[in-house]
């Protein structure tokens, strides 16, 4: 049975829309979705990785992070494709938000993944993992993905990805990377 990876935040999490209401509650910005014209939020925000790190974490252990609801049209499509292929999800996200993650996806997408990889990309965890090192692992042959980042270099290591169209990722791309809206 042919593998797939899926992203976490913004492929099956609204994360961005709610995280700008969020920032600007908390911050007195006046953000919208459209306005993050960049995967680095240091940018968005004119502010350091260090800040920028310390405001995500804290809108994930916030009340308002439990209020997401799914991204339209992504339970009823990892449904189905859970029907066909072994699904991973995997997530830049650090382990230190694991049960926060997990109790999000039970309430929503109970018992659709195979697996669920942390790559602890963001953070101070030493197990830092790129989600292509993960994939190949785990023989996965494609990735879902929206951060351009992590698309150039799953394509970099022959891992085809599908780029969820989305504001920050309207960049040129490599060959194996096919942008769908």
């Not at 920028?52 to 994930?60: G, S």
């Not at 859970?82 to 230190?96: A, F, V």
């Not at 659709?112 to 990889?117: D, G, Q, S, T």
Request: hydrophobic share 35%; with cysteine; proline share 2%.
């Amino acid at each position: 049975m042919k593998r797939i990876g899926i992203d976490f935040d913004d492929i099956l999490f609204d994360f961005n829309h709610k995280y700008c209401q969020f920032h600007n509650e908390r911050y007195g910005t006046n953000l919208c979705f459209d306005d993050i014209y960049t995967y680095d939020l240091r940018a968005v925000w004119n502010i350091d990785m260090d800040e920028a790190i310390r405001r995500v974490h804290e809108f994930i252990s916030s009340q308002m992070h439990d209020e997401v609801i799914p991204v339209s049209g992504s339970v009823e499509t990892i449904k189905e494709l859970r029907n066909y292929y072994e699904l991973h999800l995997i997530t830049s996200r650090e382990e230190k938000f694991k049960d926060k993650t997990l109790n999000w996806l039970n309430k929503h997408f109970f018992n659709l993944f195979h697996k669920i990889h942390f790559t602890n990309f963001f953070g101070e965890n030493k197990n830092k993992k790129m989600k292509s090192e993960v994939c190949i692992e785990n023989s996965i042959e494609l990735m879902i993905e929206d951060a351009p980042i992590y698309a150039t270099d799953l394509a970099e290591k022959g891992i085809e990805v599908l780029l969820l169209d989305k504001p920050w990722n309207r960049v040129d791309t490599h060959p194996l990377v096919k942008r769908v809206y």
